[in-house]
């Protein structure tokens, strides 16, 4: 509720909600959803929550999750710790749970969203078009995946970016995501 208008929700299938008490109902349900599994971002110098991303279409019979719904306050946008939940919960996916393929799928529209699983390292697969109606209009949809084959790669070039080394002291990055990912050979 940071923002200050309700843009960020453009591309989100729910509109924002307009008060606290609405809020907290919107929460609410999140909270009691197991597909999507919602996952608050905490910031962790201030200990408040400052997003929400959730896995969803979770598919474990074949191995397929798609993370999504993910929402990010204005002080969490194109910050380490924004990179770093996507970061955590690549590795929930691959690491932990043993899932094949993770996807991204956007608005074809969402310019920032589809930038972001770029950065990450998704590969743009296509895009389906007319592939779902959200408030009121059709979407065309761009899908991303990372797979399992690609994930050791992707995870290295992660925890490069997001060492205290790759940082200088007044935060700023030393080398991007992608030039981490681009050196980095997995064979």
Not at 51 to 61: C, F, K, Q, S
Not at 129 to 155: L, M
């Amino acid at each position: 509720m940071e923002a200050p208008d309700s843009r960020d929700w453009t591309y989100l299938f729910q509109e924002r909600p307009e008060g606290a008490a609405e809020f907290h109902s919107y929460l609410t349900n999140l909270q009691k959803s197991e597909d999507p599994l919602h996952f608050a971002i905490v910031a962790a110098d201030t200990g408040k929550a400052a997003g929400t991303a959730a896995l969803m279409r979770i598919e474990p019979a074949h191995g397929v999750i798609e993370v999504g719904s993910i929402a990010f306050a204005p002080r969490l946008k194109q910050t380490r710790a924004a990179t770093e939940s996507m970061y955590l919960l690549m590795r929930r996916a691959f690491d932990e749970l043993g899932y094949r393929r993770y996807e991204w799928k956007c608005d074809s529209l969402n310019a920032p969203s589809r930038s972001a699983a770029e950065r990450y390292g998704f590969i743009f697969e296509g895009t389906f078009r007319q592939a779902i109606v959200y408030k009121g209009r059709s979407r065309d949809t761009a899908w991303y995946s990372i797979t399992a084959d690609e994930w050791p790669r992707v995870r290295s070039a992660f925890e490069a970016w997001l060492s205290p080394s790759n940082f200088d002291a007044n935060g700023r990055q030393k080398q991007r995501l992608l030039e981490l990912r681009s050196s980095r050979r997995v064979g």
